[in-house]
C-alpha cells in the first residue's frame, strides 16, 4: 500500500470531492491507490510515447532540412554555372561584334586614309609647284638686276 501521507491526501480528496469520511484501513484506499498509480504509471507512458514521437517529428524535419539545404546549395551551383555560361557567351558575341563593327568600318577607314593622302599629296604638290614659282621669280628678279 502506499505511505501514510499518500493515504491521508487520498482521504482528504475523497472527503472534499465527495464529503464520503473513509477510514485508513478501508478496502476502497487500496482500489484508489492501485488506480491512482496505474493512471500515473499510464501518464508516464504517454509521456515517454509523445517524445519518442516528437523525437522522430523532430529527426523526420532534420532530415527534410538538410535535404532542403543541399537543394538550395544544389542551385546555388547551378546558377553559378548559368551566370559562367552566359558572361562566356556574352564575351563571345562581344567578340563577333567586335570583328563585325571592324570590318564595317575598316572600308570607311580605308576610304578616310585615302582622302587624306591624296589631299596631302596634293598640298605637297601645290607646294612644290609655288616653290618653283617662287624660285623662278626670284631667279627672274636676279636676273633683272644683273
Do not use: C, H
Not at 593622302?117 to 596634293?122: F, G, K, L, T
Amino acid at each position: 500500500m502506499g505511505s501514510q501521507a499518500e493515504v491521508e491526501a487520498l482521504i482528504a480528496e475523497v472527503f472534499r470531492t465527495s464529503g464520503i469520511k473513509l477510514t485508513a484501513d478501508d478496502p476502497v484506499i487500496a482500489i484508489l491507490l492501485m488506480q491512482e498509480a496505474r493512471l500515473n504509471a499510464l501518464f508516464e507512458e504517454q509521456r515517454i510515447s509523445i517524445q519518442q514521437g516528437l523525437a522522430g517529428y523532430a529527426a523526420d524535419m532534420d532530415d527534410s532540412l538538410k535535404a532542403t539545404v543541399k537543394a538550395a546549395e544544389e542551385l546555388k551551383t547551378y546558377r553559378e554555372q548559368i551566370l559562367a555560361e552566359l558572361l562566356a557567351k556574352s564575351d563571345e558575341r562581344l567578340t563577333e561584334s567586335e570583328g563585325r563593327i571592324y570590318a564595317a568600318m575598316q572600308p570607311k577607314i580605308a576610304a578616310q586614309n585615302k582622302a587624306l593622302v591624296d589631299e596631302i599629296a596634293a598640298k605637297m604638290n601645290r607646294s612644290w609647284l609655288v616653290a618653283a614659282l617662287i624660285s623662278l621669280g626670284v631667279f627672274f628678279a636676279l636676273l633683272k638686276f644683273i
